[in-house]
């Protein structure tokens, strides 16, 4: 790449600086009033996969100031006990945030899981409750990385009203979330799936993108030449190839015309993490309000 093309990489790691900056902030006036948060995650057996995301959130909380506790279960823990577990959490007033890290083995279904969190709890706005408020545009705690790809595209600078969105991937904590989120800030939003792909339409449809989010987990998916020109690019696809991260999106190609285009790694996840811990200080808000 040289330094005449017009794109700009778009790093995670200066907005993240920021929002953890804003909230050591507020942890500091929680500690004046002896109010010392902690967030808990629960892992059952060990994926190491997941332990690249868990030590890095680890680091992050220690960082701002968040006590991090994980919690190790056995891989072959019961339904009932899974649940038991859950509930210790919610009804300890000592703990102000939970995460279930995913995967789960086959016999514990995600969604039973994340559902029995307490919603006040619910650092990563996984829950009925969460996600029912933000459909409803009301307050709450909603999906860390939906929030991060929002918070990227507003630091460009570009007004994101009225602007053609397209969102590839339809799951609950990303491609819904964000379509919604994207909703409220007044764009015009089009989901694609699988089956966009398989009618033969996605192509089409990225083109006409002035913003492009893709999060369907399949590297490289998105062909760098169907992106518009001067568009805005944020890939939340991790994908490991050959001991390699890449993303959803032909990086080089893609970088070749758009405006801003996030990089893997290093684009949206460092915004994801420092949005969790946000996320974790204003449960605890939240929680002292309610007393």
Known sequence: MTEEMNFKILKGKP???QILMEASHQLEKLKEKDVFPCLTTIEVGSDPASRYY??????????VGIKYESRQLEENISREKMLEVIEEVNQDPGIHG???NLPLPGHLHASEMQWNIDSAKDVEGVTPQNLGRMVLGAGGLKPCTALAIVELIKSTGVDIKGKEVTVIGRSSIV????SLLLLAENATITICHSFTSKAGLLEAH???ADILVAAVGVPEFVKGEWIKDNAIVIDAGINSVDGKMLGDVEFEAAAAKASFITPVPGGVGPVTTALLMKNT????YMQLSQI
Do not use: F, H, S, Y
Not at 55 to 63: F, G, H, P
Not at 175 to 178: L, M, N
Not at 281 to 284: G, H, N, Y
């Open 54 to 63: 868990l030590d890095n959130q680890r680091r992050t909380a220690e960082r």
């Open 15 to 17: 907005l993240a600086d």
């Open 98 to 100: 939970l995460i279930i």
């Open 281 to 284: 200080v204003d449960a605890v």
């Open 206 to 208: 990225v083109r006409k």
């Open 175 to 178: 491609g819904k979330p964000v």
